[in-house]
């Protein structure tokens, strides 16, 4: 009865803001933008209900900067956008992974280049989730298809970002963002959530950037004693700029280690249907939706397909990826761009089996007719 008493109507983004609320996020900056503001909007009706602070700003980049001060003075912060909106806050990303300050960037991908198609789907974004900031910066991304899967991600965004001290990038698209399904949320006292580690030691002997037993330094909020100095620039354990190349080098490979160390289960993907698949279907976010119908039906016809579907889109489920090439005849990646993903599925297959892209830019979604069509017309080649 309980859960029955929990089931409820939601589109993605309002899914998003539940999910939030559950992790225990306090507040919200950012700006207007199709098709995430409907993030903004329920947020800004449940914060202030529950202590937490929402801010308009004046732009994007106003945006993610109010969310890392507000994370940097101790609570969890989020902020969501769009295609425009996400490339304006690159640099303030960038800050976030060199100060490994957490927080939760939502990007509900839309029509582009530039203000493109503002309310119709893509998936563009994806390489620019990875490689948007400059420099060799970490990074943690995740890819929901469902209305459900986007609360769960949600709060699986602000764990990591606060285990790990990252930014984390919440990557759906507008078709998963304004979807609307039936989902049962957990109750609130059994979502597990995960608060940043606190310092234990003296405050006189506190270095704000010395690493814990998982590479993690331990992060105290301003105002709670402890001396902590905040820099984008190569710094040591002190937190305080150094102009040494070896400390720049120790720091940038820390960064991107605490995230490597826990790849296994961080980097994650669905399989379905892989078992004795011949050809496999890699798909992501909305169009794995379709993906899963056509490989459905594919086996209806004798068809031996499957779907493997990445939830991270970083790090790249490269174990998962690499298995299913050297098991598969060929593998299928559809989605909504000129090939993202594809690039990733070569980058790590190797050369293990034929990859086939199946590409589209008309801002309508890949139906699952389009993947069986290209799944038929590979089948008919397979020896």
Known sequence: MANDRRAQLLSGNEACVRGALAAGVRFFAGYPITPSTEIAEGLAAALPKVGGTFIQMEDEIASMGAVIGASLAGVKAMTATSGPGFSLKQENIGFAAMAEVPCVIVDVQRYGPSTGLPTSPAQGDIMQARWGTHGDHPIIALMPASVRETFDLTVEAFNLAEEL???VILLLDEIVGHMRERVELPPDESVHVVNRTKPVEDPETFQPYKPGPNLVPPMPAFGDGYHFHVTGLAHDESGFPTGRGQDADRLVRRLHAKIQ????????????????AEIVVVAAGSVA?????????????????GLLRPITAWPFPENEVREAARRAAAMIVPELNLG????????VSGGETKIVPLNRI????????????RIQEVAAHVD
């Open 261 to 276: 160390n826990r790849k296994p289960p961080v980097a994650r993907a669905e399989e379905w249907q892989l078992e004795d």
């Open 165 to 167: 001290r990252t930014p």
């Open 289 to 305: 939706r379709s993906a899963r119908a056509a490989v459905r039906e594919a086996r209806v016809r004798g068809i031996k397909a």
């Open 362 to 373: 008309d801002a309508e979604l890949i139906t699952p007719a389009e993947i069986l069509e």
């Open 340 to 347: 993202q993903i594809v690039r990733e599925v070569e980058r």
